[in-house]
Each structure stands twice: as structure tokens, then as C-alpha cells.
Nanobody, 130 residues
Framework: QVQLVESGGGSVQAGGSLRLSCAAS????????MGWFRQAPGKERVRVAR????????DYADSVKGRFTISRDSAKSTLYLQIDSLKPDDTGMYYC???????????????????????WGQGTQVTVSS
């Protein structure tokens, strides 16, 4: 059984940085995608970054490109999200998730919608003050 446990959230001022961690246990196939999702108060949970397990390729939502970096330490079975230049709009609960990806043509493809991810952590709260 796969378990995901996030940590690293907190309250920071705008312009600051945080590094979120997601410790994974259990067998996550190489064909899976690992994603970070953000849910702001009263809004939908949306994917902000993802990494494809098989090749480590990454992708980001336009709103976070250049500020967020997703990475992994396979030896530690840990996924990270480095968040720089934090903005008040980054406030929300951050979740890591795992779900099946695929190859389309020669490129990995990971689902964007939350419903396609079948493993979730409990979330870690990020609050950014102006």
C-alpha cells in the first residue's frame, strides 16, 4: 500500500521560500507520475507541478513557472517542492499525489486532473502574508 506524507509547510512573508517534502512508502511504479497540488481556500485543487517517475521529466503550471521546482531523491523515496518568491496567492494546502502516467508519441504525459491520481497525502499548509 502506498503512503504519502507531506511536511515543510508554514507561514512566511511574501518573497520568502519554503521547501515541501513528501515521503513515500510502498511501491510506486515507474510509469506513475508524482504531482504537487494546491488547494486555495474556497477553490479547486489544482496541479502545480509534476514529475514522471520513469525519466524524471517535469512540468509546471504557468502560474508557478520560474518559482517552483519539483525534484526527487529516489534513495530517500522523497519528493520535494522548492517554492521561491512566494506570493500571497500561493497560500493554500499543498498535497502530493501519485497516479498513472503514459507515453504519448515519445513524450511522457501525466494527468492534470485530481481524479486521475489515486494516492494522496494529508497535505501541508502554506500561508503567505503580504
Amino acid at each position: 500500500q502506498v503512503q504519502l506524507v507531506e511536511s515543510g509547510g508554514g507561514s512566511v512573508q511574501a518573497g520568502g521560500s519554503l521547501r515541501l517534502s513528501c515521503a513515500a512508502s510502498g511501491n510506486i511504479p515507474s510509469s506513475y507520475c508524482m504531482g504537487w497540488f494546491r488547494q486555495a481556500p474556497g477553490k479547486e485543487r489544482v496541479r502545480v507541478a509534476r514529475i514522471y517517475n520513469a525519466d524524471g521529466s517535469t512540468d509546471y503550471a504557468d502560474s508557478v513557472k520560474g518559482r517552483f521546482t519539483i525534484s526527487r531523491d529516489s534513495a530517500k523515496s522523497t519528493l520535494y517542492l522548492q517554492i521561491d518568491s512566494l506570493k500571497p496567492d500561493d497560500t493554500g494546502m499543498y498535497y502530493c499525489a501519485a497516479g498513472p502516467g503514459t507515453i504519448i508519441g515519445a513524450s511522457p504525459w501525466c494527468p492534470i486532473g485530481r481524479d486521475a491520481y489515486n494516492y494522496w497525502g494529508q497535505g501541508t499548509q502554506v500561508t503567505v502574508s503580504s
